[in-house]
């Protein structure tokens, strides 16, 4: 027991050391965003309040919480440390639903405001800023966010479940994790909006309606449709959502606006549709995938063995 007690308090000793350490290291670079950017352009007022509120949302109260976890770390007081710090996990879920808008109005004041433009090229060109531009600093809290959860799970892991700190531990592990959670779910929206959205484009003419609220987009790829008829196989991209697939044939290479675009064949609602390998389980090249709608049957094939089998579970667990 001794024994264990000992290896717990080593590796928990290490891993408070290097949560300190990286907590140092994201404080300077935060403090090269509030100092050099927030502070300068609140007096010297080159954005308006509005833009400037939007671009950097709620990055000094994030910069303050970690300035009190680093000077509770520092001394060794742990779990007053997180819990303060858990107290302001809120404000890194804020970060994340703003950080979409936040790119988008510094992009627009880059374009629009002169003066804003050469003040970030000044700025970024200091020494401590080492080559890094404000694109590539915004991003950090959400990063850190992350290693949070693992350093705070490491930490847990290692203390006895008899000290008082580990009730405190288990609430800030349960407390980061909620939060992380709460930011991947704004970043699979934001990422499946941006998917719906390119397709969207990418099919000629408005008729095919992709942006639907409640649809989420899982694969796209080319097949081969087998036609009952003996005709020749035809080539389609397919485009697989949760609740349609559709089938997009390439538009004339020639065609004077959409050369580059698909032209909607046709969607299949996925409610009442049934899939069945027919031999793609086989270990020969490629497969064939069953798919039975109400009023109609489509055969669809790949000659790559992998490629078949994805679209049969991504397919699957769509319908399911």
Known sequence: ??????????????????????????????????????????????????????????????????????????????????????????????????????????????????SFRRFKKLQESRPQFQGRELE??????????HQYKHFFRDLLENTSPDSAEHLKLAKAVKSVSETSQWVQGITEKRENSFQLLRVQKLLKGQKTQVLTPGRWYIREGWLLVVPSKGEELKRRMFFLFSDILIAAKPCHPLHPLNSHKLACRAVYPLHQCTVDKVFGHTRSQGGLL???FPHKALLLMSSDQKDINDWYRSLTAAIR
């Open 1 to 114: 027991v001794e024994d264990q007690r000992a290896r717990w308090e080593r590796k928990r000793s290490r891993t408070a050391k290097e949560l300190l350490e990286t907590e140092h290291k994201y404080l300077e670079q935060l403090d090269l965003v509030v100092t050099y950017f927030v502070t300068i352009l609140k007096a010297k007022g080159t954005l308006k309040p509005a833009a400037l509120e939007t671009i950097f949302g709620p990055l000094e109260s994030i910069y303050s919480a970690s300035h009190v976890l680093s000077f509770h770390l520092e001394r060794g007081n742990l779990g007053p440390g997180l819990e303060s710090f858990c107290q302001n996990l809120d404000l890194y879920g804020h970060y994340a639903e703003n950080l979409e808008q936040a790119n988008k109005t510094l992009k627009e004041q880059l374009r629009k405001n002169k």
């Open 136 to 145: 590539d600093l915004l991003p950090l809290p959400l990063q850190r966010l």
């Open 290 to 292: 069953s798919l039975s």
